[in-house]
C-alpha cells in the first residue's frame, strides 16, 4: 500500500502500536519466525525509504521500542546491522533532518539497552556523531540528537571507546560547552558528565579548576535544563576529589642495628617510600572552587544563583553521611566566603539575596534533608561555639561575628530548633546565655534574629520560658534606668528596642504554654510600658522616641494573651489608645455627621 496524504503518520502509528503489543504478546517461537519481515519494515520506515513519510517523534519512538522487544525476545544477531545500517542512514548527506534524527534516536535506544553487547560499534558511532556535531549548516535538533545518542552509547559501551576518540571526544565536548545552541551545551555536559564517573579521569587541581570555570562561564546564557546540566557536571567532577587516592610519600626513620650492619657511619636515618591514601582536596579547598567564581566583581545575579545550584547538587552527590560529618566546613565557607564578602560589593538587594540562598540551602536542604537528629543537636553546637557564643568578642584579639553571618547562623538555629521540637539539654547549655546576649547587638537584623530563634528556644523547652522572661524583664529595666541617666548614648537605646522585641518575642508563646508563666508578670510589663509613655515628655525627643516605640512594642506583644488580659486591662488600654492618636478634626467630625446609620 502507498501510503500518502495528511493520514499516513496516523496509519503507520496505529499499525506500529498493534504490532509493538503484538511483538509483547508473542511468545518466542512464533516473534522469531516473523522478525525478519518486521526488523526490514521498522528499518525503511526509520530511514525512510518509499512509500514511508519522514518519521516523527511518534513514530521513531515506537519504533526503537519495537526493535527492543524485537532483540530481547528474538534473535540478536541482526541487532549489529541495524544499528550499522541505522548509523550509515545519519551519516548520509542527502538525508533529511527528520529521518537523521530518527536514525540517531534509534541507535541511542538500542545502545542504551544492549551498549554492552556492541562494545565494537562504540567508536564507530562516536566518530559519527561528533561529525555530525561539528557540521554547523545542520539544524540544532540534529546536532543535539547527535550528542543524546552518543551519551546512551557512552553510559553502557563506553569503556570499548578507543584512547583516541576518547580525546577527541572530551575536546569537542569541551568545545561545544560553549555553543550558541543551549540543547548543545546541555548534551555536551551530560557526557561530559559520564566521562568523569570515574576517579582516574580527574588527575590534577587543573582538571578541576577549568571544567568548573567553563561551566560558571556559561551559566549567564543557560536556561534552567541547561544550568542544571552544568550543575551536574561540576558536582561529578567536585566529588570525585574527595575519593581517597593512593599518594607515595617519603618517610624518615632511625636505623636500628640491623640496618646498620655493625658500621659506625651508618647512624644517620634512613629514607623509606611509603603509600598513604588522600583526597585530591580537602572539603574547603572543593567548596572554594565555587565560591571564587561566586565573589568575582563581574557576577551576575543570574550566575551567582546557578552557582548555588552547584552547590545543592553537589551536597546531594555526596550524600547525608558526608554532609553531616563536614557540617562545620560547610557553614564556615558559607558564611566565611559567602555571605560576609558580598557586603564589600553589592547593594542591600543582593545582601538579601545572598542571605536567603544560604538559608534555602542550609535550612531546605541539608537541615530538613540530611541530617539525622544526632546530626541537628550537632549542627546547633556547631553553630553556638562558632558563631553565636563568640559575640560580643570579650577578649584581646578577638574578633566579633559579622552581623550577616549572625542572621544567617540565628535563622539555621531556629529552624533546628522546631525540626527537633524538645530541645535536649546539650542544645539547652549551648544556646541559653548566647540568646539572651544577642538580643542587645546593635543590628536590627540580628535583634529580630535573636528574637526569633530565642522564641523558638523557649516553646521547644518551656521550662525555660520562666527564667528567660524574667533575666530580659531585668535587662530592659535596667536599659529603662540608663535611659533617664544622662548622657544617653545611641547603644543603649538599641540595646532596649533590642530587648522589647525579644520580651515580645517571649509572650508570644505564652498562650500556648500557659502554665509556665504567671499572671502577675504581664501586669508587671503593662505597667512598666504606662509609666515609659507617661515620662516620655520629660526627656528629649531622641530619648522620648525610643521610650514610646519600646512601650508600644511592649502593650502589642500583651495582645496576643487574649481576652482574659485584655478584659481587664480595656479601660487603661482605651486611655492610651485615645492619647496615641491624634484627635480628630473639624472635618473628621462633619464627614462622620453625614455618614447614614447603615
Known sequence: TILSGDNADLALYKWLSKAERSAQGLNEEDLKITQNAFESCI???????????????????????????LYARGETRSRF?????????????????????????????????????????????????VRLVKTSSLPVLVRYHAFLSLQKSLKTAGRGLTEAALKDVLKQ??????????PVQRAAAQILAILHSEKESIKTVADVESLVALCAKGLEQADQPTRRSFSLL???VLSLTQVERPVISTE????????????????????????TTKPLMTAAEMLAQISIHFNKPGASRKTRVGLFDFYVSLLMLLGPSWVESNYGVIVKHLITEIVIPVRQSTNTHDNSLVRKLVGVLLRDLIGVRMLSEQGQIAAIKELSEGYLKKWP?????????????????LKEVAGLLQQLGNAPPPVQDALAEPLINLLSHPNQGAQVAAAWCLRCFCFSTPLRLPKTVLNVVELLQRDITSLGTPPVTPEVGKRALGHANGLAALFAIIPDRPLYVSYDLSAKVFDMAIQLLKRAGEHDVAVAQIEVEVAWALISSLMALGPNFVRSHLPQLLVLWRNALPKPTSKDTSHAAGRSAA
Open 173 to 182: 565536548t569541551r568545545y561545544y560547552m560553549t555553543d550558541k545552541a543551549l
Open 81 to 129: 546491522d541495524t544499528v550499522r545500517a541505522l548509523l550509515n542512514t545519519a551519516s548520509d548527506v542527502k538525508a533529511s533532518e527528520g529521518v537523521k534524527v530518527a536514525c540517531l534516536w534509534c541507535i541511542g535506544e538500542i545502545m542504551a539497552t544492549s551498549g554492552s553487547q556492541l562494545l565494537s560499534l562504540i567508536t564507530d558511532i562516536s566518530n559519527a556523531t
Open 393 to 409: 568578642a570579650l577578649l584581646p584579639g578577638q574578633v566579633a561575628p559579622h552581623h550577616n553571618a549572625l542572621v544567617v547562623a
Open 43 to 69: 528499518i525503511k520506515l526509520v530511514t525512510g525509504a518509499s512509500p514511508y513519510p519522514t518519521p516523527g517523534r511518534p513514530l521513531r519512538n515506537l519504533a526503537a521500542r519495537c526493535l527492543n522487544i
Open 234 to 236: 561540576v558536582a561529578q
Open 252 to 275: 624518615k626513620k632511625a636505623p636500628t642495628k640491623k640496618d646498620a650492619g655493625g658500621d659506625d657511619e651508618a647512624d644517620g636515618p634512613v629514607s623509606t617510600l611509603a603509600e
